[in-house]
T-cell receptor
Framework: GQNIDQPTEMTATEGAIVQINCTYQ??????LFWYQQHAGEAPTFLSY????GLEEKGRFSSFLSRSKGYSYLLLKELQMKDSASYLC??????????????FGAGTRLFVKA | DSGVTQTPKHLITATGQRVTLRCSPR?????VYWYQQSLDQGLQFLIH???????AKGNILERFSAQQFPDLHSELNLSSLELGDSALYFC??????????????FGPGTRLTVL
């Protein structure tokens, strides 16, 4: 079955760097996504990895190791507005040509001044 | 604004009732996904439709059903509602089923409260 683990909460200081880890077990792996979600709002897309390695996008980077079932999201130059939940999600391809996206429970990040 | 619309924004109903949630995907998107997010749980994948056909199913209860219409909008029907069905229901859309990079764009959600 599918299983995605990420820390429940993290706290970091404004201007610092924080790394949010995600481990997963899945079959039919077809990509890993990171989304940001502010309380009561819709998730918004941050990054996507399907091959091993690092993808950089401004202040955000995401890393994937498929053999280890491991990913991390790196946030640099933290700002107060980065306080949110960060969701790790694994996409699986189904045998009917569809996609299941399984989300982790999310990591709540608190950025303090 | 993701371009995905959901109605209604809020819905309050009683146990045993039936409700319909509606979703309009972004223009041109053929795939629609439904998710449930309860307070104590993360986003739970319910179902995926592509161009009117069901393509993937998650842990969707038998009391729940969905469909996607020819104009690509989708409806999620929840029946025999229970208190535990109270949650935020999100719809998301993406461009196509195949391909390696099709992020999902989420609608603002419908908050369902069952009393």
């Amino acid at each position: 079955g599918q299983n995605i683990d990420q820390p429940t909460e993290m706290t970091a200081t404004e201007g610092a760097i924080v790394q949010i880890n995600c481990t997963y077990q899945t079959s039919g792996f077809n990509g890993l996504f990171w989304y940001q979600q502010h309380a009561g709002e819709a998730p918004t897309f941050l990054s996507y990895n399907v091959l091993d390695g690092l993808e950089e996008k401004g202040r955000f980077s995401s890393f994937l190791s498929r053999s280890k079932g491991y990913s991390y999201l790196l946030l640099k130059e933290l700002q107060m507005k980065d306080s949110a939940s960060y969701l790790c999600a694994v996409r699986e391809r189904t045998n009917t040509g569809g996609f299941k996206t399984i989300f982790g429970a999310g990591t709540r990040l608190f950025v303090k001044a | 604004d993701s371009g995905v619309t959901q109605t209604p924004k809020h819905l309050i109903t009683a146990t045993g009732q039936r409700v319909t949630l509606r979703c309009s995907p972004r223009s041109g998107d053929l795939s629609v996904y439904w998710y449930q997010q309860s307070l104590d749980q993360g986003l739970q994948f319910l179902i995926h439709y592509y161009n009117g056909e069901e393509r993937a199913k998650g842990n969707i209860l038998e009391r729940f059903s969905a469909q996607q219409f020819p104009d690509l909008h989708s409806e999620l029907n929840l029946s025999s509602l229970e208190l535990g069905d109270s949650a935020l229901y999100f719809c998301a859309s993406s461009t196509r089923t195949s391909g390696t990079y099709n992020e999902q764009f989420f609608g603002p959600g419908t908050r369902l409260t069952v009393l």
